[in-house]
């Protein structure tokens, strides 16, 4: 059985930090991508970071780039996401998502991911 199990949100002020962490379990960590989506009430899920296991590729949203940092730790099964400089419009359920294969190309796409974590909720503070 493959879980994803994300973790570290909460409320937060304006200009301040979270790191999320999400555990994958019941499969090998390695040739899968991890990616984190984050969905507002009346907004579609929305892919705001993707890393690939086996070469540490990433790839960011415009909307978080140059804020957010997304960094794996294949020896612990975990995908990590340092969010910096958070904003208000950053408020939202933010998901881990896995694909089982390596992907390639600029979009983060939720079509594109097998397996998922129940969500964690980020909430800033204005």
């Known amino acids: 059985e493959v879980q994803l199990q994300a973790s570290g949100g909460g409320l937060v002020q304006a200009g301040g930090s979270l790191r999320l962490s999400c555990a994958v379990s019941?499969?090998?960590?390695?040739?899968?991508?991890i990616a984190w989506f984050r969905q507002a009430p009346g907004k579609e899920r929305e892919g705001i970071a993707r890393?690939?296991?086996?070469?540490?590729?990433?790839v960011y949203s415009d909307s978080v780039k140059g804020r957010f940092t997304i960094a794996s730790d294949n020896a612990k099964n975990a995908v990590y996401l340092q969010m910096n400089s958070l904003q208000f419009d950053d408020t939202a359920v933010y998901y881990c998502?896995?694909?089982?294969?390596?992907?390639?190309?600029?979009?983060?796409?939720?079509?594109?991911?097998?397996?998922w974590g129940q969500g964690t909720q980020v909430t800033v503070s204005s």
């Open positions: 890393i690939v296991s086996d070469n540490d590729d990433t």
């Open positions: 998502g896995l694909a089982e294969r390596n992907l390639a190309g600029p979009m983060i796409r939720a079509v594109d991911y097998d397996y």
């Open positions: 019941g499969l090998t960590f390695g040739n899968s991508a």
